[in-house]
């Protein structure tokens, strides 16, 4: 079953916009891990924020966590044509023995 | 550095048919091994986990089977396919302990017709 659910399902802006993504889950995690994928490709982890922290930066990339809301997000500065892709949350749940659980995606497309 | 191969890139298979997809990792020892199936504009569903040789969890019933033969080699496999196997499958890998990112390969793109 998906632990995750990204929000909205599919996200356009314009280059130079920032792009903001949101994923709720349901049970206690370990830590919850952002990847990035592009069509037909591989996933590509982008940054992992553990239980105890609430934010944390990656270059243009800022996530959040809100555990007593179960919730993260995730936002993408200045935004540029090479950032088109789907961004998936996953979550390592405790006891889950880092088996991770992914959810459905958003779908970004950014516009030149 | 690690780098995983995964093979083939893509497979068209007629239903009944066997199948075999592989995974191998270098650079790293130990490794947790992943196969992952995603469908068109889906999330990804975990189908085998794998933290050492001959050791096979397997998430979901279904018809498929996973072995790891080699400490990074990790293999795919059904003796019959259905049309419902035909998606994205996807290996991965992980480094062992807490707080281990997934490195994924490029994935195979399985249609079964």
């Known amino acids: 079953s998906q632990q995750g659910e990204e929000d909205p399902q599919a996200l356009s802006i314009q280059e130079g916009e920032n792009a903001t993504m949101n994923c709720s889950y349901k049970?206690?995690?370990?830590?919850l891990q952002w990847y990035r994928q592009n069509s037909g490709r591989g996933l590509v982890h982008l940054i992992l924020?553990?239980?105890?922290?609430r934010e944390k930066h990656s270059g243009r990339l800022r996530v959040t966590l809100d555990t007593s809301k179960k919730s993260s997000s995730l936002l993408i500065t200045a935004s540029r044509a090479a950032d088109t892709a789907s961004y998936f949350c996953?979550?390592?749940?405790?006891?889950?023995?880092?088996?991770?659980?992914f959810g459905a995606g958003t779908q970004v497309v950014v516009t030149p | 550095s690690q780098t995983i191969h995964q093979w083939p890139a893509t497979l068209v298979q007629p239903v009944g048919s066997p199948l075999s997809l592989e995974c191998t990792v270098e650079?790293?020892?130990?490794?947790?091994l992943y196969w992952y199936r995603q469908a068109a504009g889906r999330g990804l569903q975990l189908l085998f986990y794998?933290?050492?040789?001959?050791?096979i969890s397997s998430e979901v019933p279904q018809n498929l089977s996973a072995s790891r033969p080699q400490d990074r080699q990790f293999i795919l496999s059904s003796k019959k396919l259905l049309l419902s196997d035909s998606g994205f499958y996807l290996c991965?890998?992980?480094?062992?302990?807490?707080?281990?990112?997934?490195?994924f390969g490029n994935g195979t793109r399985l249609t079964v017709t």
């Open positions: 996953a979550t390592d749940a405790v006891n889950s023995w880092g088996k991770l659980q």
């Open positions: 794998s933290v050492g040789i001959g050791q």
């Open positions: 924020i553990r239980s105890n922290e």
């Open positions: 049970t206690s995690i370990n830590n």
């Open positions: 991965a890998w992980s480094e062992r302990g807490g707080d281990s990112p997934l490195h």
């Open positions: 650079g790293t020892s130990n490794p947790n």
